[in-house]
């Protein structure tokens, strides 16, 4: 578990930040939910902008099924390898524009982004700008809102997915969302698959929408620019 840096001890710890990422992508990453989306919905030699790529592996992947791929970090934690092949910056998601044209790319991808920005709102507004229209967002974020954490707040005060040793700080509601994204329309969400412990066991249940809304302890957002 990664703890939380401000925007200089980020630069300060870049080897340990590095092990961090490179121990697995982000939960929509992993079980190939995103890239679902994307296949579905871009056509390939679309341009795609990843945020916070991490290591680089689903810029590969993207790069496989024949996108043109661009990415920007608060840093540089690729891989040499996958460096060579693409379009990478570094850039304050914080602060700074995103070094890209308006209305650039076909599609943004954030995954597990936007929870550890200290002004959220601002990566918002840049996105939905270097997004051209009929554009797609695409964001992954802790579900909060599930039964677990509901429960777990109620009786301690704390959110599971914010507690002080993880580096998450932003929490978003599906209406904060809205209304930051003016311009762009929320058209799906997903959840990861719900499940409950029972005496320290995870019990898997069964793989519903309504459930996983629920019981998922991710969530994941596909807007798409109209405007």
């Not at 608060?74 to 304050?92: C, P, S, T």
Request: with cysteine; hydrophobic share 40%; charged share 25%.
């Amino acid at each position: 578990m990664v703890h939380y840096l401000d925007t200089n001890q980020i630069k300060d710890n870049k080897e340990y930040l590095k092990i961090a990422l490179n121990s697995k992508s982000s939960y929509f990453i992993r079980d190939g939910k995103i890239l679902e989306i994307v296949k579905n919905n871009i056509p390939g030699g679309s341009k795609i902008l990843e945020i916070g790529p991490g290591k680089g592996d689903f810029l590969m992947q993207l790069n496989e099924f024949g996108y043109s791929v661009s990415a920007v970090d608060v840093d540089d934690y690729l891989e040499d390898l996958v460096k060579k092949n693409f379009n990478f910056a570094v850039a304050d998601l914080n602060t700074r524009p995103l070094p890209f044209e308006d209305e650039e790319f076909d599609c943004l991808v954030a995954a597990a982004v936007i929870e550890h920005l200290e002004n959220g709102a601002y990566f918002l507004k840049e996105s939905k700008r270097v997004l051209k229209k009929g554009g797609l967002l695409i964001l992954s974020m802790p579900n909060v809102f599930s039964f677990s954490s509901r429960v777990i707040f109620f009786f301690r005060g704390e959110i599971p997915s914010y507690s002080k040793e993880n580096n998450h700080i932003t929490i978003f509601t599906k209406s904060i969302l809205i209304k930051l994204t003016s311009g762009l329309r929320l058209e799906k969400d997903f959840y990861s698959r719900g499940f409950i412990k029972i005496f320290g066991k995870k019990i898997w249940l069964p793989d519903m929408y309504f459930i996983n809304k629920h019981f998922g302890s991710k969530v994941c957002y596909q807007f798409k620019k109209y405007v």
